[in-house]
């Protein structure tokens, strides 16, 4: 298999994106990720760094400039949560009540866009896992998990967000000392959750390593954005 390159060109009808081939082993992605019980804290550093590197301009429209190379596993979980961290500003600026209607149905068009990207995205790095146990046979008995390890790693995307704005809350200087205080009560726990979460995904990566459980793929099959599966899409092309 080889390694794709993340660059990606999405046509008007935000159908999946393109990826130009590399000619790189997929083993060379994960040659520095020997260790095990290192995913998740890997995941969650890159993570921060790109939840941080956005908030240095916090615009929507920030080109990416992804510090990873492309023969890197970092190249992708920081693109991943680049497109969280725009899609979750994307959600704020929906909900102003003041928000010009046909600003808004422009936003709503990107934000289907930004989820569509999301998916293809999770989808794509679930590959590298495929790809990477392989060869692992499973044993007699073996379980298969409710999600993939890329929706995990999802989850652990988002929940990055969640404690970065949650933190911002809990220390904003003209917010009201209840509100700061209600708020650290909600980030103690989302970093408890954090740590429950990177434990899980650790020891599910270890489990199917071993062949305790097995990997297996759905794809999202996500009709609305296709117009050969979307009724109202389809018929206007009568």
């Given at each position: 298999?080889?390694?794709?390159?993340?660059?990606?060109?999405?046509?008007?009808?935000?159908?999946?994106?393109t990826?130009?081939?590399?000619?790189?082993?997929?083993?060379?992605?994960?040659?520095?990720?020997?260790?095990?019980?290192?995913?998740?804290?890997?995941?969650?550093?890159?993570?921060e760094?790109?939840?941080?590197?956005?908030?240095?301009?916090?615009?929507?429209?920030?080109?990416?400039?992804?510090?990873?190379?492309?023969?890197?596993?970092?190249?992708?979980?920081?693109?991943?949560?680049?497109?969280d961290?725009?899609?979750?500003?994307?959600e704020?600026?929906?909900?102003?009540?003041?928000?010009?209607?046909?600003a808004?149905?422009?936003?709503?068009?990107?934000?289907?866009?930004?989820?569509?990207?999301?998916?293809?995205?999770?989808?794509?790095?679930?590959?590298?896992?495929?790809?990477k146990?392989?060869?692992?046979?499973?044993?007699?008995?073996?379980?298969?998990?409710?999600?993939?390890?890329?929706?995990?790693?999802?989850?652990?995307?988002?929940?990055?967000?969640?404690?970065?704005?949650?933190?911002?809350?809990?220390?904003?200087?003209?917010?009201?000392?209840?509100?700061?205080?209600?708020?650290?009560?909600?980030?103690?726990?989302?970093?408890?959750?954090?740590?429950?979460?990177?434990?899980?995904?650790?020891?599910?990566l270890?489990?199917?390593e071993?062949?305790?459980?097995?990997?297996?793929?759905?794809?999202?099959?996500?009709?609305?954005?296709?117009?050969?599966?979307?009724?109202?899409?389809?018929?206007?092309?009568?």
């Open positions: 298999m080889e390694f794709l390159e993340l660059s990606m060109i999405c046509d008007t009808k935000m159908k999946k994106p990826f130009f081939s590399q000619h790189k082993s997929i083993k060379s992605i994960f040659a520095s990720l020997i260790i095990k019980d290192m995913f998740s804290k890997l995941a969650y550093s890159v993570f760094q790109s939840i941080k590197d956005y908030h240095q301009f916090d615009n929507v429209d920030q080109p990416i400039n992804n510090p990873y190379s492309k023969d890197k596993f970092e190249h992708l979980l920081y693109l991943k949560n680049w497109i961290t725009v899609q979750w500003h994307f704020d600026i929906i909900r102003d009540p003041k928000i010009d209607p046909v808004a149905l422009t936003l709503k068009r990107r934000i289907d866009a930004s989820n569509q990207e999301r998916t293809d995205m999770v989808e794509y790095i679930d590959s590298y896992f495929l790809q146990y392989s060869d692992v046979k499973a044993k007699d008995g073996a379980k298969i998990n409710s999600e993939s390890p890329t929706w995990a790693f999802d989850r652990l995307s988002i929940l990055a967000l969640k404690i970065y704005h949650m933190n911002e809350e809990a220390t904003r200087a003209e917010a009201s000392q209840e509100h700061r205080d209600k708020c650290q009560e909600k980030l103690n726990i989302l970093l408890e959750q954090r740590s429950d979460l990177s434990t899980a995904i650790d020891d599910l270890a489990d199917i071993s062949g305790e459980k097995f990997m297996k793929v759905y794809k999202q099959m996500k009709m609305y954005n296709d117009d050969e599966l979307n009724p109202v899409l389809y018929q206007n092309k009568k």
